[in-house]
C-alpha cells in the first residue's frame, strides 16, 4: 500500500514538473515571438484596451482567444459563472472609469459547467462539493426562472440557462453600478451579453 502510495506520489510530481516545464517553454516561445514583443515593449507604461469583459473562468473561453486579441487590447474578469460580486464590479469600473474602455461584455459560453450545476442544483436535490461552489451558483440561479420546469435538463435548456445567466449578470451589474449606468447615459459606454458556442466557435450577440 505504502509503495503504491509512493509511486503515486512519484508520478503526480513528474507530472507537476512537465507541466512547469510546459510553461516555461511557452514563455520562451513569447519571448522569441517578436510581433508579440513589440506590443508588449509599446506597452510597458500604460494600458489602452478598447473593450472589457467578464467570462467564464473555463479553460476554453479565453477572450483574448475567441477574438484573436493581443496584449493590452482586452481588459479581462473572470471568474466560474462569469457573475458578479463587489471585486468584478469594482474591477469593471477600473475599466470603464479610469482606463475610459468604450465598450463592456458579459460573456457566457455553451457548456458552462458554473450554469449547468446551478440548473441541477435548482431542479435536484443534491449535495454539492466543495459546498464554496454554492456561493457561485446561488448567484447564478435567480437567472433560471424561465428554463426551470418538471422537464428532463436537456441540451437546449443549459444553452438557454448560459444566455439567460450572461443577460442576468449584466443587468445586475448595471443595477449595481452608478458609474456604469452614468457611462451609459452619457454615451460613452456601449454594454453587450453575448454568447460563446462551443461546437461552432461562433459567438452571438443575446437579446436583453
Ligand atoms: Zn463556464
Given amino acids: 500500500m505504502k509503495k503504491v502510495f509512493l509511486l503515486y506520489l512519484l508520478s503526480a510530481v513528474l507530472v507537476s514538473a512537465d507541466n512547469l516545464q510546459r510553461l516555461e517553454s511557452g514563455n520562451e516561445t513569447f519571448l522569441d515571438t517578436e510581433s508579440i514583443q513589440k506590443i508588449r515593449?509599446?506597452?510597458?507604461?500604460?494600458?489602452?484596451?478598447?473593450?472589457a469583459f467578464l467570462?467564464?473562468?473555463?479553460?476554453?473561453?479565453?477572450?483574448?482567444?475567441?477574438?484573436?486579441?493581443?496584449?493590452?487590447?482586452?481588459?479581462?474578469?473572470?471568474?466560474?459563472?462569469n457573475v458578479i460580486d463587489d471585486v468584478v464590479i469594482a474591477s469593471l469600473e477600473f475599466a470603464v472609469d479610469v482606463l475610459q474602455v468604450p465598450m463592456l461584455?458579459?460573456?457566457?459560453?455553451?457548456?458552462?459547467?458554473?450554469?449547468?450545476?446551478?440548473?441541477?442544483?435548482?431542479?435536484?436535490?443534491?449535495?454539492?462539493?466543495?459546498?464554496?461552489?454554492?456561493?457561485?451558483?446561488?448567484?447564478?440561479?435567480?437567472?433560471l426562472d424561465n428554463v426551470v420546469d418538471n422537464s428532463e435538463i436537456t441540451q437546449s435548456k443549459m444553452d438557454q440557462a448560459v444566455k439567460d445567466n450572461a443577460v442576468y449578470q449584466l443587468d445586475v451589474l448595471i443595477s449595481k453600478s452608478s458609474v456604469i449606468q452614468k457611462k451609459i447615459r452619457k454615451k460613452e459606454l456601449v454594454v453587450y451579453a453575448l454568447y460563446y458556442e462551443i461546437d461552432t466557435g461562433k459567438v452571438f450577440e443575446l437579446n436583453r
Avoid: W
Fill in 41 to 51: 515593449e509599446k506597452f510597458i507604461g500604460y494600458q489602452v484596451p478598447f473593450a
Fill in 55 to 81: 467570462a467564464c473562468a473555463d479553460s476554453r473561453v479565453a477572450p483574448e482567444i475567441l477574438f484573436s486579441q493581443s496584449i493590452g487590447d482586452l481588459f479581462v474578469v473572470r471568474n466560474a459563472g
Fill in 105 to 143: 461584455i458579459v460573456i457566457g459560453h455553451q457548456n458552462c459547467g458554473a450554469v449547468n450545476g446551478a440548473l441541477q442544483l435548482t431542479l435536484e436535490d443534491i449535495k454539492v462539493k466543495p459546498s464554496s461552489l454554492n456561493t457561485i451558483f446561488k448567484k447564478i440561479q435567480p437567472s
